[in-house]
């Protein structure tokens, strides 16, 4: 009475597939993505800078005074080439939600920027950490990728033999 449907279609990892999936297109698209992506990361981390939650002495401290627009055009700069990485990627194997990926690591690097307002030196150490978690994210698609083409490739040998 309880038995699962047998199919190659019923694995429970469907929607996981479908959320990964390669990007090709042309260069205007991934051009139009990478710059979208990289806007709406900064413009969270702006809007994310300006609210506190609860009293000063209990939040997130607001934004703090001083110059802005270095922060914000230094966390585009590096917002783009982190989309870029995981855009240029996305098209060649599937990568789970790369959007998700480049909008967090902008958003949270401007939010703490804005917040905080580093040193030159301490936004390339943001930069770095983002830069590593992308690279990592890359990695794990790159691998999976290798993996299910080493896969298919001993599955056709084993059928031709």
């Known amino acids: 009475m309880n038995d699962l449907p047998e199919g190659p279609f019923d694995s429970g990892d469907s929607d996981d597939s479908e959320d990964a999936e390669v990007r090709p297109g042309p260069l205007w698209r991934h051009a139009v993505w990478v710059v979208a992506v990289t806007a709406a990361g900064v413009a969270l981390g702006w809007v994310g800078a300006l609210f506190r939650i609860g009293p000063e002495e209990f939040g997130l401290p607001p934004a703090a005074s001083g110059a802005l627009w270095p922060y ?17 990627v996305a098209a060649k194997v599937p990568v789970h939600e790369p959007e998700t990926a480049a909008i967090g690591v902008v958003m949270i690097g401007t939010r703490l920027s804005l917040g905080w307002r580093p040193e030159p030196l301490e936004v390339a150490g943001l930069a770095a950490a983002g830069l590593l978690l992308v690279a990592v994210w890359c990695a794990v698609a790159l691998r999976g990728a290798a993996v299910v083409r ?12």
């Open 150 to 161: 080493r896969t298919e490739e001993v599955s056709r040998a084993r059928g031709t033999a």
């Open 72 to 88: 914000l055009l230094a966390w585009a700069a590096i917002g783009l080439a982190l989309a870029a990485t995981l855009r240029v």
